[in-house]
């Protein structure tokens, strides 16, 4: 063989390499941007428009679908997030049928949520916490689908920004990032510690700012609300564990009413940096789900 | 792989609140000085006074209309000090004051105005069923209205 064709054949393998990389990324892009199947909705599933209402206040969706102008009470969207390299609109999440989300089906918001993902495939940028989201139980978000969809419709267009080649990428951090499977109880805790345990990992999302993230940005589990740099202004988020051991909190029912009346009761380290609009959804869940957060991170050391 | 990563990261960061921009000049300076000390102090002071109005309606001490009056009072003076403490362009250095003050002076001067209203509205609370409706105005839109927008969070853990 010559020295040429030797090379000729060098680039041949290197080539069908390099094609063969990117069928393969082609492909697991594809199998990463399935929405999931009808049948993904339980056959029995009967839904409870009350708890969707206490999801949605949990999991705090007016903090930043509120709508401008008339609207502030409605999650008619239209605000603008800033992000790194630029900024992310809000979208409208009434249920009209034209801007919002009047025509989706219960299946596609429970992909979204669950896989952070669009009706066209489109992957969400996590400014949208569904990292967080995707831990709640199946019924929780549909419950919470069907009270969204008693809200007013509000016509706003709120178009996805485009970040293609952002959203492109975020296929794979999902695949790292997303949970595998939704909250199941720890055994052993009380139904009290577990029902707090899940508020704060799903819905109530405390581990986006709470939990330091690693190199590619992914909640640190080991660290698990250990505190962390805020992130979108300087200063620190304050950790959640060891709240009792460090004297922040005397006991269950101090952390409750912290979290219940927040500074209107003179708890002065939980209003800033967001933590103030937090506290105001919190505020507005049954005592008893108030109750359950605070027993669940005063058990954490 | 490197820059993957740091795209990823890029991405990542997205702010998660409908927080704003990130506060300019904040390097260096370990201990607070001029305005932002001053502030700070006066800031510390309300406090003092305000958490053991607290206590009393949680029952953890015994109403006392005297204290309340006193109390009340010297944060409405701190406060009315500390609303002229926050010159233009003393966001920065060590201080825990957002930029938004001075471009929203305004909404940041109504909160104040508000807080010290209710501040005075304290001083005449004369009986124990009255004080924690009259603290809670005070907290809830006095102080937490105005941390809420206008301070950022703690620099250390």
Same mark, same amino acid.
């Given at each position: 063989?010559?020295?040429?064709?030797?090379?000729?054949?060098?680039?041949?393998?290197?080539?069908?390499?390099?094609?063969?990389?990117?069928?393969?990324?082609?492909?697991?892009?594809?199998?990463?941007?399935?929405?999931?199947?009808?049948?993904?909705?339980?056959?029995?599933?009967?839904?409870?428009?009350?708890?969707?209402?206490?999801?949605?206040?949990?999991?705090?969706?007016?903090?930043?679908?509120?709508?401008?102008?008339?609207?502030?009470?409605?999650?008619?969207?239209?605000?603008?997030?800033?992000?790194?390299?630029?900024?992310?609109?809000?979208?409208?999440?009434?249920?009209?049928?034209?801007?919002?989300?009047?025509?989706?089906?219960?299946?596609?918001?429970?992909?979204?949520?669950?896989?952070?993902?669009?009706?066209?495939? +489109?992957?969400?940028?996590?400014?949208?916490?569904?990292?967080?989201?995707?831990?709640?139980?199946?019924?929780?978000?549909?419950?919470?689908?069907?009270?969204?969809? +008693?809200?007013?419709?509000?016509?706003?267009?709120?178009?996805?920004?485009?970040?293609?080649?952002?959203?492109?990428?975020?296929?794979?951090?999902?695949?790292?990032?997303?949970?595998?499977?939704?909250?199941?109880?720890?055994?052993?805790?009380?139904?009290?510690?577990?029902?707090?345990?899940?508020?704060?990992?799903?819905?109530?999302?405390?581990?986006?700012?709470?939990?330091?993230?690693?190199?590619?940005?992914?909640?640190?589990?080991?660290?698990?609300? $250990?505190?962390?740099?805020?992130?979108?202004?300087?200063?620190?988020?304050?950790?959640?564990?060891?709240?009792?051991?460090?004297?922040?909190?005397?006991?269950?029912?101090?952390?409750?009413?912290?979290?219940?009346?927040?500074?209107?009761?003179?708890?002065?380290?939980?209003?800033?940096?967001?933590?103030?609009?937090?506290?105001?959804?919190?505020?507005?869940?049954?005592?008893?789900?108030?109750?359950?957060?605070?027993?669940?991170? =005063?058990?954490?050391? | 792989?490197?820059?993957?990563?740091?795209?990823?990261?890029?991405?990542?960061?997205?702010?998660?609140?409908?927080?704003?921009?990130?506060?300019?000049?904040?390097?260096?300076?370990?201990?607070?000085?001029?305005?932002?000390?001053?502030?700070?102090? $006066?800031?510390?002071?309300?406090?003092?006074?305000?958490?053991?109005?607290?206590? =009393?309606?949680?029952?953890?001490?015994?109403?006392?209309?005297?204290?309340?009056?006193?109390?009340?009072?010297?944060?409405?003076?701190?406060?009315?000090?500390?609303?002229?403490?926050?010159?233009?362009?003393?966001?920065?250095?060590?201080?825990?004051?957002?930029?938004?003050?001075?471009?929203?002076?305004?909404?940041?001067?109504?909160? =104040?105005? +508000?807080?010290?209203?209710?501040?005075?509205?304290? =001083?005449?609370?004369?009986?124990?069923?009255?004080?924690?409706?009259?603290?809670?105005?005070?907290?809830?839109?006095?102080?937490?209205?105005?941390?809420?927008?206008?301070?950022?969070?703690?620099?250390?853990?």
């Amino acid at each position: 063989m010559g020295k040429s064709e030797r090379k000729i054949r060098t680039w041949h393998i290197v080539l069908g390499i390099f094609a063969l990389l990117v069928i393969g990324v082609a492909v697991a892009y594809r199998q990463l941007s399935q929405p999931l199947p009808e049948s993904a909705i339980p056959a029995d599933y009967k839904p409870d428009i009350e708890n969707g209402r206490i999801i949605y206040t949990a999991g705090g969706c007016i903090s930043c679908h509120r709508g401008i102008g008339p609207h502030v009470e409605l999650p008619a969207g239209g605000r603008k997030l800033k992000i790194p390299g630029g900024e992310i609109t809000v979208p409208n999440i009434t249920p009209d049928e034209k801007t919002g989300i009047g025509k989706w089906r219960a299946v596609d918001f429970l992909t979204a949520l669950r896989r952070g993902l669009g009706l066209d495939g +489109t992957h969400y940028i996590p400014a949208f916490p569904y990292t967080s989201y995707a831990w709640m139980t199946t019924k929780d978000i549909l419950d919470l689908y069907h009270y969204l969809k +008693t809200l007013a419709p509000v016509r706003n267009e709120t178009p996805l920004d485009t970040h293609r080649f952002d959203r492109f990428a975020l296929a794979f951090w999902k695949w790292l990032a997303l949970p595998k499977r939704p909250f199941r109880p720890v055994p052993g805790k009380s139904e009290e510690w577990n029902r707090g345990a899940y508020l704060v990992l799903g819905p109530g999302h405390c581990g986006e700012c709470h939990t330091p993230r690693n190199s590619i940005f992914i909640p640190d589990r080991r660290r698990w609300l $250990a505190g962390a740099p805020h992130l979108s202004e300087k200063g620190h988020v304050p950790s959640l564990r060891g709240l009792k051991r460090r004297g922040r909190y005397k006991d269950v029912n101090d952390l409750f009413q912290a979290l219940k009346y927040g500074e209107s009761l003179g708890y002065e380290d939980i209003s800033s940096g967001g933590m103030g609009e937090v506290q105001r959804n919190i505020s507005k869940l049954p005592d008893a789900d108030i109750r359950a957060i605070a027993t669940y991170l =005063m058990s954490l050391e | 792989m490197r820059n993957i990563a740091r795209i990823m990261l890029g991405i990542g960061m997205a702010g998660l609140l409908a927080a704003t921009s990130l506060a300019s000049g904040h390097e260096g300076a370990k201990e607070m000085t001029g305005p932002a000390k001053a502030r700070h102090d $006066a800031m510390e002071t309300v406090k003092d006074h305000f958490v053991p109005l607290v206590k =009393m309606v949680k029952g953890a001490a015994p109403f006392d209309a005297a204290t309340v009056k006193k109390n009340a009072e010297v944060i409405a003076k701190k406060l009315e000090e500390a609303s002229k403490l926050f010159p233009e362009g003393s966001d920065k250095g060590k201080t825990r004051a957002k930029p938004e003050i001075w471009t929203n002076r305004a909404e940041f001067d109504a909160i =104040m105005k +508000t807080a010290i209203e209710k501040a005075k509205a304290l =001083m005449n609370v004369d009986s124990p069923d009255k004080l924690a409706p009259a603290v809670m105005e005070l907290g809830g839109k006095g102080c937490k209205a105005c941390h809420e927008k206008f301070r950022k969070p703690k620099d250390e853990m």
